[in-house]
C-alpha cells in the first residue's frame, strides 16, 4: 500500500493534464499512487493518460460528466495511502513537495495537514513573481509563520490562508469530517478548511513556494458567479460559532455575500429572488445604497438592467483578482 495518495480530477484538459502528472512522477519522494479521476472528458484525455507507463497511476473514468464535486470525491473513495493531497488537472508540484511535507507528519503525529505557499504561474506555466507576492498578501500568508498554526479556525475563516491544493491531509482527518460537501462546490477549499478547524484538526504551515496554482485569463460567467455565491452562502449559513467575534464576522460575510447574491440574481432575471435575498442583507448588515440601487435597477425591463449593471461595474475599484488577470 503507497503512502500518499495524490489525486488529479480533470475534466477537457488534455493539454494541461500532462504538466501536473507528470511534476507528480517527477516527485522526490516516490511512495505514492497517483489516481486521475476523469469526468467524462470527451477530448484526447484517455490517449494521454495512456502515454505514461507508470505502474502507480490508476486512471478512473466516468463514463458521464457527474459533476466537480462527485469526480472529486470519487478520487478520494479509491485513495489508500495515509496521506492524501487534491490539486487540480492544471495546477503542479514543485519536485520535493511530498518529501518535504511528508517528512514533517511523520515528525508529529499530532499534526492534521501541512499546508505551503504557492506560485501563480500563467497559460504557460511561467511564475509571475508580483502576482504571487500579491496572493501571499492578500491571503496572510507573508505574516503566516513556519510552524504549528495556533488559530487555525481564525486563519481558514476569517484570513482564509490556506489552500488544499498546496496541502498534504492525513486521510483519516478528512474522513472524519467527510471530505469536501457537494453543496461547497466553487468555494470547498475555504469549507474544508473551516470544518476541519471546528473539528479540532492540527495544521502546520511550511512558507516554503512547493506548488505552481494556475490562474487563467478572462472573466467569470453571470452563471459561474452565481454558482460561487450560493455555494458561499450555504457554508456560511452552515457555521455557527461560540466566540462571539467569529460570529459577528460570520454575519457580515452572510450579509455581504447575500447582497452580492441579490444583485447578480437581479442581473439575471431572477427578480423576486434577488430582492428577497437584498433584503436579508438589509437585515444583517443594515440598508445601503448598493442594494436600494438594486431594487430599483429590479423595476427595469432586463435589457436595460444587463446594461446598467455593466455600467457601474466599468466604474467600480478593480478588484485582487481583475489585477491578478491583468498581469498575466
Known amino acids: 500500500m503507497p503512502k500518499v495518495s495524490v489525486c488529479i480530477p480533470t475534466y477537457n484538459r488534455a493539454e494541461l493534464l500532462s504538466y501536473a502528472v507528470e511534476s507528480t512522477l517527477k516527485q522526490t519522494y516516490t511512495d505514492l499512487e497517483l489516481i486521475i479521476c476523469d469526468d467524462g472528458s470527451t477530448d484526447n484525455t484517455p490517449e494521454r493518460v495512456l502515454q505514461w507507463n507508470d ?27 495515509e496521506y492524501f493531497i487534491k490539486f487540480d488537472d492544471d495546477d503542479a508540484l514543485a519536485t520535493e513537495f511530498l518529501e518535504k511535507t511528508v517528512a514533517i507528519l511523520e515528525n508529529d503525529s499530532t499534526l492534521d495537514f501541512v499546508c505551503t505557499n504557492h506560485w501563480i504561474i500563467d497559460r504557460q506555466s511561467q511564475r509571475i513573481e508580483s502576482a504571487t507576492r500579491e496572493n501571499s498578501e492578500k491571503w496572510g500568508k507573508d505574516k503566516l509563520q513556519k510552524g504549528f498554526i495556533s488559530d487555525l479556525l481564525t486563519e481558514t475563516f476569517v484570513y482564509q490562508s490556506l489552500q488544499v491544493g498546496s496541502t498534504l491531509f492525513r486521510r483519516q482527518a478528512l474522513a472524519d469530517v467527510d471530505y469536501m460537501r457537494a453543496q461547497a462546490d466553487g468555494c470547498e477549499d475555504f469549507d474544508l478548511f473551516v470544518r476541519l478547524a471546528l473539528a479540532g484538526k492540527q495544521g502546520y504551515f511550511l512558507p516554503e513556494f512547493l506548488m505552481e496554482y494556475r490562474i487563467h485569463s478572462g472573466q467569470a460567467s453571470l452563471k459561474q458567479d452565481i454558482h460561487f455565491l450560493k455555494a458561499k452562502q450555504f457554508c456560511l449559513n452552515s457555521y455557527q460559532f461560540s466566540d462571539a467575534n467569529l460570529e459577528n464576522i460570520r454575519i457580515g460575510k452572510l450579509g455581504a455575500i447575500q447582497q452580492t447574491l441579490g444583485l447578480r440574481s437581479i442581473e439575471q432575471g431572477n427578480t423576486a429572488e434577488g430582492r428577497k435575498l437584498l433584503q436579508e442583507s438589509d437585515r444583517l448588515l443594515g440598508r445601503s445604497r448598493k442594494s436600494q440601487m438594486g431594487r430599483f435597477l429590479s423595476y427595469l425591463p432586463l435589457s436595460l438592467r444587463r446594461l446598467a449593471f455593466q455600467f457601474f461595474r466599468q466604474w467600480r475599484p478593480q478588484t485582487y483578482s481583475d489585477r491578478v488577470r491583468d498581469i498575466i
Do not use: K, L
Open 55 to 81: 505502474p502507480r497511476i490508476r486512471y478512473i473514468r466516468h463514463p458521464q460528466n457527474i459533476g466537480r464535486s462527485r469526480n472529486m470525491r470519487s478520487g478520494f473513495e479509491a485513495a489508500t495511502g
